[in-house]
């Protein structure tokens, strides 16, 4: 049978998932869907791929809004750093936060979910190289931060790093996978289109590509 591209590229992606995966649980692949137009997503769509990725919130408004009304299983992440002036925006289409970092976000979103009647799935973004150019909270704040998101009634389901880019990339994997363990986390959001075979070695339950679906952008 002849598929699209993007198609052949994730049944490709999924068979090496399941290759290397070390326990039950089969990760969750986010087609990351930033800045590709809705014509080069709709074959995925088709198919029945669920997880898509933006990383800005109105282009993800103009280009799911209607889509997700017609498809409503279609689970939106927004991957991308969350700015507390465009968190109202964000509720209205996202159905994961894989960005949260910092108490002033955490806040607005607990308020705006409060008005909104909305509860996204989250996860709080690590600074796991303790990069000064990165988001994200450092790994000796991270059971505080938690118990922070707690008592606001976030639904904090697990941790996401993008970790520095250099050859020590397993290691941070293998880091992130015991800070999960140690807070009880199910979910782990790690690995993009270059190491996301090593992010499913070390327990991630989430990974983010984009390349390797749908090619290089333009």
Same mark, same amino acid.
Not at 38 to 43: A, G, K, L, N
Not at 147 to 157: G, R
Not at 175 to 192: A, C, R, T, V
């Given at each position: 049978?002849?598929?699209?591209?993007?198609?052949?590229?994730?049944?490709?992606?999924?068979?090496?998932?399941?290759?290397?995966?070390?326990?039950?649980?089969?990760?969750?692949?986010?087609?990351?869907?930033?800045?590709?137009?809705?014509?080069? !997503?709709?074959?995925?769509?088709?198919?029945?791929?669920?997880?898509?990725?933006?990383?800005?919130?109105?282009?993800?408004?103009?280009?799911?809004?209607?889509?997700?009304?017609?498809?409503?299983?279609?689970?939106?992440?927004?991957?991308?750093?969350?700015?507390?002036?465009?968190?109202?925006?964000?509720?209205? !289409?996202?159905?994961?936060?894989?960005?949260?970092?910092?108490?002033?976000?955490?806040?607005?979103?607990?308020?705006?979910?409060?008005?909104?009647?909305?509860?996204?799935?989250?996860?709080?973004?690590?600074?796991?190289?303790?990069?000064?150019?990165?988001?994200?909270?450092?790994?000796?704040?991270?059971?505080?931060?938690?118990?922070?998101?707690?008592?606001?009634?976030?639904?904090?389901?697990?941790?996401?790093? !993008?970790?520095?880019?250099?050859?020590?990339?397993?290691?941070?994997?293998?880091?992130?996978?015991?800070?999960?363990?140690?807070?009880?986390?199910?979910?782990?959001?790690?690995?993009?289109?270059?190491?996301?075979?090593?992010? !499913?070695?070390?327990?991630?339950?989430?990974?983010?590509?984009?390349?390797?679906?749908?090619?290089?952008?333009?």
């Amino acid at each position: 049978m002849n598929f699209h591209k993007s198609i052949n590229n994730l049944i490709s992606i999924e068979s090496n998932i399941k290759s290397n995966i070390l326990n039950s649980t089969i990760p969750k692949i986010i087609a990351v869907s930033k800045t590709f137009p809705i014509i080069e !997503i709709i074959p995925l769509i088709d198919h029945g791929h669920i997880h898509y990725g933006e990383n800005k919130v109105q282009e993800a408004l103009d280009k799911w809004s209607d889509i997700k009304i017609k498809n409503i299983n279609i689970k939106l992440h927004l991957i991308g750093r969350l700015q507390t002036n465009k968190v109202k925006s964000a509720l209205r !289409i996202f159905d994961f936060i894989h960005s949260l970092d910092s108490e002033k976000l955490a806040n607005k979103i607990s308020e705006e979910q409060s008005k909104q009647g909305k509860r996204p799935k989250i996860f709080i973004q690590v600074n796991i190289g303790n990069e000064n150019q990165k988001s994200g909270i450092n790994k000796e704040e991270l059971i505080d931060f938690h118990k922070f998101c707690e008592s606001l009634n976030l639904d904090v389901i697990g941790t996401m790093c !993008i970790p520095p880019n250099d050859e020590n990339v397993k290691n941070y994997f293998s880091e992130m996978k015991k800070i999960n363990e140690k807070l009880n986390f199910k979910d782990l959001s790690m690995g993009m289109s270059g190491d996301y075979i090593e992010a !499913i070695k070390n327990n991630a339950t989430y990974v983010r590509i984009g390349s390797k679906i749908f090619g290089s952008r333009d």
